[in-house]
């Protein structure tokens, strides 16, 4: 499936292919400090199908519990999180963040990953009131 999306600036914008039933969704401390939230929800694209179609990427490494090392691509503006990759030469699958997709809509997660980190109050959600947008706008 042919994607494109991009950042909250709109400094930088992207097309790739995917494949919607590889849509994962993780529960790991590192994805939850990264999202802001309780996960990040990633699709892997082959670096040979991903395009940058505007601006350009910042590029931080980090390394994870187990010791490996993954890059973490941004943007440097707004520093919305794009995809995380392996570190060094050669073809890379980037772990494309649905959330930067335009189609995000039809990516939803098929599997879940990292579950002794995932927060309990999840289940709950489907209990919580909501409203339809913020109040008065």
């Known amino acids: 499936m042919k994607i ?23 529960n790991c401390t590192d994805c939850q400090k990264f999202s ?21 990427l910042k590029v931080f490494v980090k390394t994870a519990e ?6 973490q691509a941004f943007c440097p503006e707004c520093g919305t999180h794009f995809y995380s990759t392996s570190v060094g030469p050669g073809p890379k699958v980037l772990r494309l963040r649905t959330s930067t997709a335009n189609q995000r809509d039809l990516l939803p997660p098929k599997k879940q990953g ?17 409203v339809e947008k913020q109040p008065g706008g």
């Open 66 to 71: 187990s010791g490996g090392r993954r890059e």
């Open 114 to 130: 990292w579950m002794r980190s995932a927060q309990s109050w999840l289940a709950d959600l489907p209990d919580l009131p909501g």
């Open 36 to 56: 802001g939230s309780a996960f990040r929800v990633g699709v892997p694209a082959p670096d040979s199908t991903f395009r940058l179609l505007s601006g350009n």
């Open 4 to 26: 494109d999306g991009g950042c909250v600036c709109g400094h930088v914008t992207y097309e790739a292919e995917v494949d919607p039933e590889q849509v994962g969704l993780c």
